[in-house]
């Protein structure tokens, strides 16, 4: 098993490096066992957003990187739980992470300010 960075992803689905991302592409292709970190997750969704992806088309991102045979999700059930929370949400992917991270190890409430997120079961809205 490899683990990578978020700047393969990146490359991969940007597409926007003549060398790095046909390089990405191909290794993601290659690779038989993928491990992708939580923190990779996280950044990558945020990485696009900045980029100008819609909330949609993240989901959809996201949703096909879950779905390839060779990719393992670290913290796979709480990912996933996020990904539906965001699709049918109003709050970013990162939160919706913490929320179910949180609820996962236990947590009785995920304190935030966002108010977004404070409507969601299990978060409490600080204040």
Do not use: C
Not at 42 to 50: P, R, T
């Amino acid at each position: 098993m490899i683990a990578i960075d978020t700047n393969i992803l990146v490359r991969a689905l940007l597409n926007d490096d003549p060398i790095q991302s046909p390089l990405a592409r191909k290794t993601m292709e290659r690779a038989r066992s993928i491990l992708v970190p939580v923190t990779v997750i996280v950044e990558l969704a945020w990485v696009l957003k900045s980029a100008g992806w819609t909330r949609s088309r993240i989901y959809a991102a996201l949703v096909e990187l879950e779905g390839q045979a060779s990719v393992h999700l670290d913290r796979a059930p709480e990912v996933h739980q996020a990904l539906e929370d965001f699709r049918a949400g109003k709050a970013d992917f990162a939160d919706y992470l913490a929320l179910n991270l949180a609820k996962s190890l236990g947590a009785r409430a995920l304190l935030t300010f966002d108010q977004k997120l404070a409507r969601s079961p299990g978060a409490e809205r600080l204040g």
